[in-house]
Structure formats: structure tokens, C-alpha cells
């Protein structure tokens, strides 16, 4: 039932039509049991500055964002905290009697996935990263901060990971390497710990594709991790895990951003396994 007081709540970005976010949000808010709604607007680049101003004009309780505003809203906002300051990349906005706060909830969503599903770790551990752009970038802020050895950023263009090489180095006193010969890469992949790829490659449709990378030298006990969660199982994890070593896909970290977000809107944790089976649902669909 939509009431008078809803409270409305939404996903900007271009595109938002595949978007799992409404699935999960609505969920979120009917098992929490808020009278609150969820919906995806498709805002274009030129059009976020107006959208925002629109959350709080319409009293709006938040957002999430997603391609291609993480970075560009923050001129927008009225303050941006934590994680999203460090990475310069914003995926959830708390409008709080309207001052609009960013906030990214994308690393700790992967640390949770981390710890709870794989029980791993990072304190200590040398780690590789493949791709530069805005998940790897979240994903290496957060790792950094939990006291990594080690950090090798593979990537196909040595601008974007000079970038985040640059960033960490600057904003946290972390020193990350960026790896690109191939027996460089080989060397790297027998000394990790945690391999993540972080670029899109094997994502739906092109799931049979994979990120090139030595699966073969990594040592066995290293964790192979895949952001991409559609298909719920990549070729990559298919491989990894028929060499023998053990795999984490991206669909925990999904849930978990998305529970972080309802939480800094809500100020409660919705539970986890109601939303697991929601995504898990329309995914398999
Ligand atoms: P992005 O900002 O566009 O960055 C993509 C990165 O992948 C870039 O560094 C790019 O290299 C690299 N890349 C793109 N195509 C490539 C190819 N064919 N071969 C090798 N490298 C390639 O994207 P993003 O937002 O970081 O997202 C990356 C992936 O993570 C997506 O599949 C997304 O669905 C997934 N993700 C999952 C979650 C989750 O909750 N599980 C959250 C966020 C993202 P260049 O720098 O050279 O262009």
C-alpha cells in the first residue's frame, strides 16, 4: 500500500533497467517491516546535478548510484565520509533533514563477503587485483586499510591503475605495485594469497570469456575471487575451482553493499537470507 508518508528511496544512474537494487531494497524495507519504496530513475550525465537537488525537494530518504555518477556527484553533496572520501567514489546517499551525505558502501561489502563467506583474513596477506576502475578502486582502498603485505594492480591500461597506485600512495600511505609483463604476472600469481578480478570480463552475456590471468601458478589455498556475480559462477571460478583452489563469487558482496546502504538509511540491518533468496531467484531466472 502506498501511504501519504512513504518514504521514498531510489537508484540514479543510466543505465538502472537490470538493476537488482529495487528487488533487494523493496525487500529489504518490507521485511524490516518501513513504510518506505524503492524505485530506478534513469538519470544521464547531464542530468544528475537536477536529480540530486530533486532528493531533497522531494524529501527524499536516500539513493543509491550507480554507473556513471559515482564520481561526479560529489560536488554535489554536502559532505562525503569514510570510505567514499578516501576513494573519491560515491554509491549511497543519506539525505538527513536534507543535508545530503555520500558515503560508499562497496569495500566493507566486499570485507563482509570476505570474512563471512570465504573466512578470510586480509591482515598480512599479499593480494592481486585485476582492472583499475571503480569496484577495484574500493575494493583496494578497503584491503589497504585492513593491513595488506602486499597489493599487485594487473590492468589492461596503465593509466587508470598509475591512478589508484597514485591515490593509495597519497591517501592512505599505502604502496601498491602495477604489474604488467607476463612473467611478471606469473611471478605474482605464486606469490598471492587473494586474487580478485575486478574487471567485467565473463560478465552475462559474455560469460564464457575469461580474464587472462595464470590461474595455474597460484599456490594452493589461494582464494580466487570474481566481483562479477552474473552468472552466479564465472568460467573463472569454474577454473579456479577445478584446479583445487577455493572461490568466492561477487553475489555476497552485492547483498552485503546493499544491506550496508539500507542500514545508513534506516538505521537497521535488514536480515541477509530473505535478500539472498530474492537475488538468487532472479538470477537463476
Ligand atoms: P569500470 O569502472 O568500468 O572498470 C572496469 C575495469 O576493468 C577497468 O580497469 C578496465 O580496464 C577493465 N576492463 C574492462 N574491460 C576489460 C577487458 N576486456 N579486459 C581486461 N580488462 C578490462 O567497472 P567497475 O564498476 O569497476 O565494475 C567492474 C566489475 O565489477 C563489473 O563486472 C561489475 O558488475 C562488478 N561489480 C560487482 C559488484 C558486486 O557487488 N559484486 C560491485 C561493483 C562492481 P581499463 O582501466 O584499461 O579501461
Known amino acids: 500500500m502506498i501511504q501519504a508518508n512513504i518514504k521514498l528511496y531510489g537508484l540514479f544512474g543510466d543505465p538502472v533497467g537490470h538493476s537488482l537494487s529495487p528487488f533487494f531494497q523493496n525487500e529489504a524495507f518490507r521485511t524490516l517491516g518501513i513504510n518506505a519504496v524503492y524505485f530506478p530513475f534513469t538519470v544521464k550525465a547531464e542530468d544528475l546535478a537536477g536529480a540530486v537537488a530533486a532528493i531533497r525537494h522531494l524529501h527524499m530518504g536516500g539513493v543509491n548510484l550507480t554507473i556513471p555518477h559515482k564520481e561526479a556527484v560529489i560536488p554535489l553533496?554536502?559532505?562525503?565520509?569514510?570510505?567514499?572520501?578516501?576513494?573519491?567514489?560515491?554509491?549511497?546517499?543519506?539525505?538527513?533533514?536534507?543535508?545530503?551525505?555520500?558515503?560508499?558502501?562497496d569495500g566493507d561489502g566486499f570485507l563482509l563477503s570476505l570474512q563471512r563467506e570465504a573466512g578470510f583474513d586480509p591482515q598480512g596477506k599479499t593480494c592481486v587485483i585485476l582492472g583499475a576502475g571503480g569496484a577495484a578502486r574500493a575494493v583496494a582502498f578497503r584491503l589497504a586499510r585492513e593491513g595488506l603485505a602486499a597489493l599487485y594492480l594487473v590492468n589492461k591500461g596503465a593509466e587508470r591503475a598509475a591512478a589508484l597506485q597514485k591515490d593509495l600512495k597519497e591517501r592512505l600511505d599505502f604502496q601498491a605495485e602495477y604489474v604488467a609483463s607476463r612473467p611478471e604476472v606469473e611471478k605474482v600469481a605464486a606469490a598471492a594469497d587473494l586474487v580478485i578480478n575486478a574487471?567485467?570480463?565473463?560478465?552475462?552475456?559474455?560469460?564464457?570469456?575469461?580474464?587472462?590471468?595464470p590461474l595455474e601458478s597460484c599456490k594452493p589455498g589461494c582464494l580466487v575471487c570474481d566481483l562479477v556475480y552474473r552468472p552466479l559462477e564465472t568460467m573463472w571460478l569454474k577454473k579456479a575451482g577445478e584446479l583445487g583452489l577455493p572461490v568466492l563469487g561477487g553475489l555476497g558482496m552485492l547483498i552485503y553493499q546493499g544491506m550496508l546502504s539500507c542500514q545508513l538509511w534506516t538505521g537497521r540491518m535488514p536480515e541477509e537470507e530473505p535478500l539472498r533468496a530474492v537475488v538468487k531467484r532472479i538470477l537463476e531466472r
Not at 572520501?85 to 558502501?105: P, Q
Not at 567485467?200 to 590471468?213: A, H, I, K, T
Open 199 to 213: 574487471t567485467p570480463v565473463g560478465m552475462y552475456p559474455e560469460s564464457r570469456r575469461m580474464p587472462d590471468f
Open 77 to 105: 553533496l554536502d559532505k562525503v565520509e569514510g570510505d567514499a572520501a578516501l576513494s573519491g567514489s560515491v554509491n549511497t546517499i543519506v539525505n538527513r533533514d536534507g543535508e545530503l551525505i555520500g558515503y560508499s558502501t
